[in-house]
Nanobody, 116 residues
Framework: QVQFVESGGGLVQPGGSLRLSCTASGFIFSRYVMAWYRQVTGKEREQVATISTGGITTNYADSVKGRFTISRDNGKNTVYLQMNSLKPEDTAVYYC?????????WGQGTQVTVSS
């Protein structure tokens, strides 16, 4: 079945950096646009970044533009999110997912907490 396993979250001070990883399985990874999302308890899930199948085209939410970088390794079925200059408002559970109306599964997410 389709699975996403996110990792790399943790507690970091404002201004710090983290690199999230997400390994996917159960589908042909290289054929799908991939995205990172985040969710704060009680709020809607927000799309943070997307990356095209070949990794050439990326898009970012205005709130993270210039600070976050999405990348992928199709040979490893893995998508990454490099997060720099982290702010307290970046605190959330981060998820990855294929951008698809058919692949509807979500992983367990990884918690990112930005606090001094």
């Amino acid at each position: 079945q389709v699975q996403f396993v996110e990792s790399g979250g943790g507690l970091v001070q404002p201004g710090g950096s983290l690199r999230l990883s997400c390994t996917a399985s159960g589908f042909i990874f290289s054929r799908y646009v991939m995205a990172w999302y985040r969710q704060v308890t009680g709020k809607e899930r927000e799309q943070v970044a997307t990356i095209s199948t070949g990794g050439i085209t990326t898009n970012y939410a205005d709130s993270v533009k210039g600070r976050f970088t999405i990348s992928r390794d199709n040979g490893k079925n893995t998508v990454y999110l490099q997060m720099n200059s982290l702010k307290p408002e970046d605190t959330a559970v981060y998820y990855c997912k294929a951008v698809s109306s058919v692949l509807t599964s979500w992983g367990q997410g990884t918690q990112v907490t930005v606090s001094s």
